[in-house]
Each structure stands twice: as structure tokens, then as C-alpha cells.
């Protein structure tokens, strides 16, 4: 009965401020920021459970490689020749193959022709009004397929879509079922300091030297999977890539002075170092500081006579998701070993870098890269590689066991600290790749933020374990707080796609980690959050997960229901600002006299159909149907009678359950609580996002007490809440989020002091023992027929 659970709330807010205040202010809670995500995440199945875990029918591909790179340092050309073993693991029967061609992204013809707004500029450089001209011009980069076909050397059918390439197959493959086939091709390299890119060479006019990254380089397999089929997005040079593990061989010809580097173990180290720096790699194995395999002097020397002559590399690794490698005579290389414990997996760590990043990189990097691999090992998995290395390219960019970084020195040998604490960041944030998403495998070009924003949340942490006064810029809170302060016409949700993202620096990297950042430290603790990441790393290490893949673990492993924070931080663009509007303070009355309530009620109308429809009709005119009101007689109580007419009751009247006035205190507990001071404090939720309430009240005698309210408090009032707290002595101050944990976007209406006291913000409550038979028969009315209440019989 409605009116009897009115009397219900009634009583229990005699004792309740806060359930007083809600029956006074229903609130508002049409934002629906508690309601589960429901729908909006995919439906769970046999690939995918409900759980947040891979499904017992999880299926993904794997595509084998054996390549034969070419470089031509004088005509800045790389040659390629490569044979794919492609394993259909999918229970689907395949047509056709698509693979990336990110090289074209560098030409002006074959690239995905995706472009942007642009104005009159007042300055512009001779090269960039040229790539502007028109008609187009070819410049001459992108790949040049030379021959496709199959392992017998027939030609197989193909088509070239701008950035994506579509091989016909010959016929299905099945379930099962493998396919191999070649591809010849060749691409200009570009100049990636002028044209920009993810690689390519950088030259060095001082002493005539290039330093070539060779990265997204061949021809590759794109993923296809359960939830989206082919990931055929075409490449624009933002959204990254996703792609298919499998095992690499790869031989990399290259003029013989040239130190390479790549993804994989180097199987002919033996052969292509001189006997003094292949006894340096020997003895690097089991050493506790980097040791230098080639020195600065032997690459100065390096540098300034170009041999004419050719050494070949190889290279081997395995169950990864690239390959990327890097050559040039410039470098110095050094290395050292980190164990990881947990797997008993020794990591070579190593750095590659120029002359003019000496003195930075030879001090700093190496012990980054192995600080970096040991932090995310704890934090998610082990590492499962026998190499982790950073190559000093002046950019950063990531690729299994391998990433190029910044880090160069003044000419003099100075730097300074800034550069210094960017280039150990962004080697951490390189590095840290190697699992985000290297190794759980997320889609960077449908979602940046799963592997750069889960990243930097790593890279924070592991920032925070290098030096704890490390300036990071990204996972604070506080950091976030200038995006989030912009008008929402200039935000997008994290939940946007990569190509679609204005400010993507915070969007992608900043927000998500900030938010992951909150959660660990104010929503869940460390203790559930931690084994819930790890369960999420350890789920998903060498498989295709999906934002879904993410939420649902976080909360099946900590038992945490999370979906109003995915829904308010990823989904959405409201921002915390959360403001202490009003603080009422309150002292005992102890003369006032408690009075009795009594709880008045009316007798709801009968709870009958106002209309029979013909499924009533008609189980009335079945003779084979008994009703059960029918056959058990005992059941017809007032309200059967009631409805048939055969009880009459005034539904106007009003029937009354007296109450007894509570007692007055005696006269030591009068004194026990006479110095008790109540303070309501009233909250409004100005920015939309809820977010727990954090407090800090400090006394006039300059003790401080804290408390943190669950962000649940918002439940049933979205825009307004109140907490009544008593202490038995007076409040100086109340600061709201006092360590800035929440990014909350402006701070001036989050402190309230004693002196803001005003009459009319005073008043007096009084306290009294609490009457039990009250209680009683508050609860027996709502148990009970309220006819029994009123004394009649049914």
C-alpha cells in the first residue's frame, strides 16, 4: 500500500536528517548517471563473456612473416621482399585478405585523401605551397607493388583502396586452413624531419650521415576479428594500427658499417660485430651497469668514412603484433640485463643513439628502459620478451621491443632539466607501449585511449617509482582540470574515434589516465584496483580486447559497480565541480519537549482493472477454469470483499496510529552532550559529473578530522545532497577535496569557515532517548493490512 509505506519513511525520518531532507526535496536524478550501461556496451557471448573475460570460443588470427629488406642508402630507397603464412582460426570461410599499406600515407596520391580545414597563411614555406599546387603531383613515395602471388608463383588478384590493400584469394579458405603467398615491393624513403610521418631518415648535414627508422615498412596483415570482422580503416597518420600476431624472420641488408637494431633477437651478432664488440655483447649479459657494445669513438670514426661494402642482419621474433627496425652508422650502442622475477625472464635493455645525444642517453636511457619494463611488469604482466630498447630518432614512436624517443644534448654536451626529465618520460611512455598495445593488443586506430591513455596511466605511476618529485604532466587530477574547464562544444567523450578527436593529447592520453588515476587512489583503493588491472593484463596479453573487455573486468574483479563512472568520464563531457553551498550549525536544546507523533493514513482504493479486456472475458466463460480465490475461500480478505462491493469503507477518512513522545535525557547525559555542535552541509553538483565528496574539517583548536563520502551519495538526488555531521567541538573550516583528487574545475566554492556563520544558518535541535514503541509499531504498520491497524476485520 502506497500510504502505509508513506508511514514507513515518516517514521524512520523522526530519526533520520537525511531522510527528512529527501521526503522534503525529492531531488532530481533524470541525468540517469547511476544506471547501468546496459545496451550501450555489446552483447556478451561465447567470444566474449559478460565477466569482462575472452569466451571459451575466443578465436583470433596469426600471420607468419620471412622478409628480405634491402636499403639503398644512396637513392634513400628500401627494397622488400616478403612470404606470408596467413592461419585462418575463425569458424568463418574467408574470400579475400586485406593488409596495410601505411607507406602510402607519405604520397600525395595514394594516401586516404582525408584532409583538413585550412586558411590563408601569412607565411609558408617554398616546399609546403608546392605539395599544395594543382593539379597534384605524384612525389614519387608509397609503396611500389612489384609482384604478387601465390607459394607456386602464381599471380594472385589484388586491389589497392589508397591505404589498404585487398588480396582475392583463390578460393575460400576454410576454418583451419592456411594460406601462404609473396609480395615483392620498393618505396622512396622520406625525409620524416621535413615530411613528417612515422618514418623514414633524418640526415645529418654536419657530417653527411642518415639515421634511418624503418617502421610501419611492409606490406601487413589486418586484424580480423569477432566483433568487427575486417579492421580495414584506412590509415591518415593518427589513428595508429592494430594488427595480427604471429612469428618474424627477417633479413635486413644494409651498407656494412651501419649498426642495426629491431624487433627480435639478433641471430648473427657474431658475424656483423667486430670480435672486440661482439666480447662487449658477451659480457653485457651479466653486468650491473651498461656496458658500451659500440662506443662513441668507434661510431665517430664510423661517421666519416662510408664503407662501400655490405652486411646482412637477422633478425627473429616471436608471437608479435610488428616489426620495426633502425640502421645507421651513427650509433653507439649500449646495454645491460633486467631480471624479472616473476617469470625468471632476463631482459636485455638497450639504447641506440648519435654523438649528439651522448651525454644524456648514455647516462639515462638504458636504465630507464629496464626501470620502465620491471614497473609495468608489476603492474600488469611480465614481460615476455627477450629485448626491450630505446633508439634516440629525435621523435617518439612505439613497436614491439623497440621505440624511438628524443633526448639530444646542446652541442657543448649541456641540456637541461626539462629536456632531461622529457626524454626519461616519454622513453618510460615508449617503452611502456610494449604492453599498451603491443602486447594487449587493443585497436589504436578505432581507440587511441586504450593503449595511449591506459599507457600513460602506467607511465605515471612508473614516473612516480623513478623519482618522487618526477614533474609528470599527465594522471594527476589537478593536471586534467584546464581540459575540463573548456566549453563543452570544444569536448568530446573519451568513447570518440581516434580521427575525430580535436584535443587529442588530453582526450586520448590525459583524461583516461586521470581517470584511471582516480579510481585507483579515491574511488576503489589500491588494493582492488591493482589486482583488477592486472586480471584486465593478464585476460587480454597477446589478445584483441575492447573498451567492454575493460569495464566489465574492473568490475568483476573487484566487485565494484563502476558503470556511473564509465558513463560520467568516458562517455560523457561533464565536468566535477562539486560546491559547498550552505553549512547550517546546530546546538542541543535540551528544554524543548519532545512531542508524540502520530501517523495518519488513508485506505487506498481497490487495485482492480478499470477495464476487463477479452483475455479476462473469456477465462470468465471457460468452464474449465477454477480461479484460486475461487477454490481456496481464505484468501477473499477485505480488499476481495472490498472490490466487489461486499465491504464499504470511507476512503476519505483518515485513521490515526498514536505515537508516544520520546523521554528527555537525564541530567548526566545532558552533560555528556552538551558541547555537541551539528553541522548540515548542503552540496550542489554544478559540473554533472558525480564523484565522491572528500572532506576536511579542522577544529579551533587545529586538530583535523576526514572523511570521503561514496560518489553513491548522489543516487537519488544528482543536483543536490546533504550530510549532517556532529563533532563536540566547533569547526574552524570545511575544505571540500582538499588534495585535489576529483579534478574539480573550480576550487573557489570548496571552503567554508566559521566566520560565513549567519543567524539565519543557526538553530537548534533537539535530542531525546528514542522511544522504541514508536519504532514498533511504525514497522508493524507497514507489515500489516492498515485495516487491522483501524481496528476492523477482514
Known amino acids: 500500500m502506497k500510504k502505509v509505506l508513506s508511514i514507513f519513511v515518516f517514521l524512520y525520518a523522526f530519526v533520520s536528517t537525511s531522510a527528512q531532507n529527501h521526503q522534503n526535496n525529492p531531488g532530481s536524478n533524470h541525468g540517469n548517471k547511476f544506471e547501468q550501461l546496459g545496451t550501450i556496451l555489446p552483447t556478451p557471448n561465447s567470444y566474449r563473456t559478460a565477466s569482462g573475460a575472452p569466451g571459451h570460443e575466443y578465436w583470433q588470427q596469426r600471420a607468419d612473416y ?16 616478403e612470404t606470408i603464412t596467413y592461419y585462418n582460426n575463425s569458424p568463418d570461410e574467408l574470400e579475400y585478405l586485406w593488409l596495410q599499406l601505411d607507406e602510402n600515407d607519405t604520397s600525395n596520391t595514394k594516401d586516404a585523401g582525408y584532409q583538413s580545414s585550412s586558411t590563408l597563411a601569412k607565411q609558408i614555406s617554398s616546399d609546403r605551397l608546392k605539395a599544395t599546387e594543382l593539379p597534384v603531383k605524384d612525389n614519387g613515395f608509397g609503396i611500389n607493388l612489384e609482384k604478387v602471388t601465390d607459394a607456386n608463383g602464381n ?18 579458405l576454410k576454418k583451419g586452413e592456411t594460406f601462404k603467398f609473396k609480395i615483392d615491393w620498393n618505396y622512396n624513403i622520406p625525409d620524416r624531419m621535413k615530411q613528417g610521418g612515422r618514418g623514414g631518415y633524418e640526415f645529418f648535414p654536419e657530417d653527411g650521415n642518415h639515421l634511418f627508422t624503418m617502421t610501419q615498412w611492409y606490406p601487413r596483415l589486418c586484424v580480423y576479428s569477432d566483433n568487427q570482422g575486417w579492421q580495414n580503416h584506412q590509415f591518415t597518420g593518427r589513428g595508429e594500427f592494430t594488427l595480427t600476431f604471429g612469428n618474424f624472420k627477417v633479413n635486413m641488408n644494409v651498407p656494412a658499417d651501419h649498426i642495426v637494431a629491431s624487433t627480435g633477437s639478433g641471430k648473427n651478432f657474431s658475424e656483423v660485430l667486430t670480435a672486440e664488440q661482439f666480447a662487449r655483447w658477451q659480457k653485457a649479459q651479466n653486468t650491473k651497469e651498461p656496458i658500451e657494445i659500440v662506443t662513441l669513438d668507434e661510431a665517430k670514426k664510423a661517421e666519416k668514412s662510408k664503407s662501400k661494402n655490405r652486411k646482412t642482419w637477422t633478425f627473429e621474433a616471436e608471437n608479435v603484433r610488428d616489426f620495426a627496425w633502425t640502421s645507421s652508422r651513427k650509433f653507439i650502442w649500449d646495454a645491460m640485463p633486467q631480471l624479472i622475477e616473476e617469470n625468471n625472464n632476463k631482459v636485455m635493455c638497450m639504447s641506440l643513439y648519435p654523438k649528439e645525444a651522448y651525454n644524456l642517453y648514455r647516462k639515462y636511457s638504458t636504465k630507464a628502459v629496464a626501470h620502465t619494463i620491471k614497473t609495468y611488469s608489476e603492474f600488469t604482466i611480465p614481460y615476455p620478451y627477450p629485448v626491450a630498447q630505446s633508439i634516440e630518432a629525435s ?41 599498451f598495445p603491443m602486447i594487449i593488443n587493443s585497436d589504436e586506430r578505432q581507440w587511441s585511449w586504450m593503449d595511449e591513455g591506459l599507457n600513460t596511466f602506467v607511465e605515471y605511476l612508473t614516473e612516480e ?53 582516480i579510481l585507483r587512489e579515491t574511488i576503489m583503493g589500491r588494493e582492488l584496483f591493482d589486482k583488477a588491472f592486472k586480471t584486465y593484463s593478464k585476460r ?37 565541480d562539486i560546491a559547498i553551498d550552505k553549512v547550517t550549525v546546530a546546538t542541543p536544546d535540551f528544554d524543548g519537549k519532545p512531542q508524540a507523533r502520530d501517523f495518519k493514513y488513508k485506505v487506498d482504493e481497490p487495485q482492480v482493472n478499470d477495464f476487463e479486456d477479452i483475455s479476462k472475458i473469456r477465462n470468465k466463460e471457460d468452464k474449465k477454469i477454477t480461479f484460486k480465490t475461487d477454490e481456496d475461500q481464505s484468501l477473499r480478505d477485505f480488499y476481495w470483499r472490498y472490490a466487489r462491493g461486499l465491504e464499504k469503507v470511507d476512503t476519505q477518512k483518515e485513521y490515526t ?51 570521503k563520502i561514496p560518489a553513491q551519495i548522489w543516487r537519488s538526488d544528482e543536483k543536490k545532497v546533504s550530510k549532517t555531521y556532529y563533532f563536540d567541538k566547533k569547526l574552524k573550516s570545511i575544505q571540500l577535496d582538499p588534495m585535489l583528487e576529483t579534478a574539480d574545475i ?5 571552503l567554508w569557515t566559521a566566520d560565513k556563520v549567519t543567524p539565519e544558518s543557526t538553530s537548534k535541535f533537539q535530542v531525546f532517548k528514542q522511544n522504541q514503541e514508536n519504532r514498533r509499531r511504525g514497522a508493524a504498520a507497514g507489515m500489516v493490512n492498515p485495516m487491522q491497524a483501524a481496528g476492523k476485520k477482514n
Open 395 to 435: 621523435n617518439g614512436m612505439e613497436y614491439p621491443m623497440i621505440c624511438f624517443n628524443y633526448g639530444r644534448t646542446e652541442k657543448d654536451g649541456t641540456y637541461s632539466e626539462g629536456i632531461k626529465n622529457g626524454m626519461i618520460g616519454v622513453i618510460i611512455h615508449e617503452v611502456g607501449h610494449n604492453f
Open 746 to 750: 573550480d576550487t573557489t566554492n570548496n
Open 155 to 172: 599471380a594472385l588478384s589484388y586491389v589497392v583502396n589508397k591505404t589498404m590493400m585487398r588480396i582475392d584469394l583463390p578460393k575460400k
Open 540 to 576: 587480454w596479453a597477446f589478445r584483441h580486447p575492447e573498451p567492454a573487455d575493460l569495464f566489465r573486468t574492473m568490475e568483476d574483479a573487484s566487485g565494484e559497480d563502476l558503470d556511473w563512472f564509465w558513463r560520467g568520464w568516458f562517455y560523457s563531457t561533464d565536468a566535477v
Open 66 to 81: 620471412e622478409i628480405n629488406a634491402y636499403l639503398d642508402e644512396e637513392k634513400l630507397n628500401l627494397k622488400g621482399s
Open 465 to 517: 617509482l623513478w623519482d618522487n618529485k618526477f614533474p609528470s604532466r599527465r594522471g594527476p587530477a589537478h593536471t586534467i582540470v584546464n581540459y575540463m574547464k573548456l566549453p563543452k562544444d570544444q569536448l568530446e567523450p573519451i568513447m570518440t574515434n581516434s580521427e575525430n578527436i580535436i584535443h587529442f593529447g588530453p582526450n586520448a592520453y590525459a583524461k583516461p589516465a586521470t581517470g584511471l588515476n
Open 657 to 707: 496510529i498514536k505515537g508516544d513522545a520520546p523521554k528527555n535525557l537525564d541530567t548526566k547525559e545532558r552533560e555528556s552532550l552538551k558541547n555537541i555542535t551539528g553541522y548540515q552541509i548542503d552540496f550542489s553538483n554544478k559540473g554533472g559529473m558525480v564523484m565522491p565528496i572528500i572532506l576536511e574539517f579542522t577544529f579551533e583548536d587545529g586538530s583535523k578530522l576526514n572523511d
